[in-house]
């Protein structure tokens, strides 16, 4: 069975439109910092601004060349972190090799980072307490299996992928003690040995890897629930998942499709986000 992540995410952007639909005055706003001309995060910016713009979001994209320096990037984000009417900030990844990636997402207000990416908000995260930010794909992850009944509890969910933004927060935000968590998590990576053995083990598999067609039907336990967050544009321009989903959607229990699947869930998330922080600064 198909898991309809647009259509999930549809819906929870139409209740975050009717909340932001009652804000008298100021309404929410969101920042994206983009640096250089990276092809697919221009896409991924454009996005997110239609994203803010159909829920009633304000949005504002700082466009930064390629070659800025790391300090000018953080004299930025101090005056987003400064400014009264954004409630959110998020740095588009990846960022030009130069610019080290830790030093710009700790210059992030933890307030406004709607990321969760800073290192105060991955503490948190951690530590299972209650207001952090959590980041947006693996939090629309959940959001989505919760939503589709999917049962976690108990349940083995393999991870191949050990992001920062991916595996590693979907692992602790899954393993947290308490309802709807609870679950049992392998992360699996480039080095994981014997990783078809652990795959079929799966209850969950979540595949974010970002290798076209990487999951074979052969991997998957009969009935698994297959999510996919792989995105790799191949060179006709189509846009293709980690999973080979004709095959895997035949052993499957449930599979999420590329696109609509995690995509839309993770925009949906950011707006839900943006719309917390405006309420907790408020
Ligand atoms: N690049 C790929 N995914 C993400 C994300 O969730 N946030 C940001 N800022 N950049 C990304």
């Given at each position: 069975m198909l898991l309809n992540g647009k259509a999930i995410a549809q819906e929870i952007q139409a209740e975050i439109a009717g909340q932001v639909h009652q804000i008298t005055g100021r309404k929410p706003g969101l920042a994206v910092v983009l640096v250089g001309h990276n092809p697919a995060s221009?896409?991924?910016?454009?996005?997110?601004?239609?994203a803010c713009a159909l829920v009633g979001i304000q949005s504002l994209v700082i466009e930064l060349p390629a070659s800025i320096a790391l300090s000018d990037v953080i004299y930025?984000?101090?005056?987003?972190?400064?400014?009264?009417?954004?409630?959110?900030?998020?740095?588009?990844?990846?960022?030009?090799?130069?610019?080290?990636e830790s030093q710009i997402t700790a210059a992030i207000?933890?307030?406004?980072?709607?990321?969760?990416?800073?290192?105060?908000?991955?503490?948190k995260m951690l530590l299972g307490e209650e207001g952090a930010f959590l980041p947006?794909?693996?939090?629309?992850?959940?959001?989505?299996?919760?939503?589709?009944?999917?049962?976690?509890?108990?349940?083995?969910?393999?991870?191949?992928?050990?992001?920062?933004?991916?595996?590693?927060?979907?692992?602790?935000?899954?393993?947290?003690?308490?309802?709807?968590?609870?679950?049992?998590?392998?992360?699996?990576?480039?080095?994981?040995?014997?990783?078809?053995?652990?795959?079929?083990?799966?209850?969950?598999?979540v595949a974010a890897i970002g290798r076209p067609h990487f999951i074979k039907k052969e991997m998957i336990q009969p009935g698994a629930t297959v999510i996919d967050v792989?995105?790799?544009?191949?060179?006709?321009?189509?846009l293709i998942g980690d999973v080979d989903f004709e095959s895997v959607s035949e052993v499957a229990g449930h599979i999420?499709?590329?696109?609509g699947?995690?995509?839309?869930?993770?925009?949906?998330?950011?707006l839900q986000n943006t719309l917390r922080g405006y309420n907790d600064q408020k």
């Open positions: 221009q896409a991924y910016v454009r996005s997110k601004k239609k930025e984000i101090e005056k987003l972190n400064q400014n009264p009417s954004i409630d959110a900030i998020l740095v588009q990844l990846p960022l030009p090799p130069h610019l080290d207000d933890p307030n406004k980072d709607v990321d969760g990416f800073h290192p105060i908000n991955v503490g947006c794909t693996p939090l629309g992850i959940h959001v989505l299996l919760q939503k589709s009944s999917i049962p976690i509890e108990g349940q083995h969910v393999v991870i191949i992928g050990r992001s920062n933004i991916v595996g590693k927060p979907l692992a602790a935000i899954l393993m947290q003690k308490k309802r709807h968590c609870n679950a049992t998590v392998t992360i699996a990576h480039s080095q994981t040995k014997n990783l078809a053995v652990l795959t079929r083990s799966a209850d969950i598999l792989g995105i790799n544009r191949l060179p006709d321009g189509r999420t499709p590329v696109p699947g995690i995509g839309p869930m993770t925009i949906a998330m950011l």
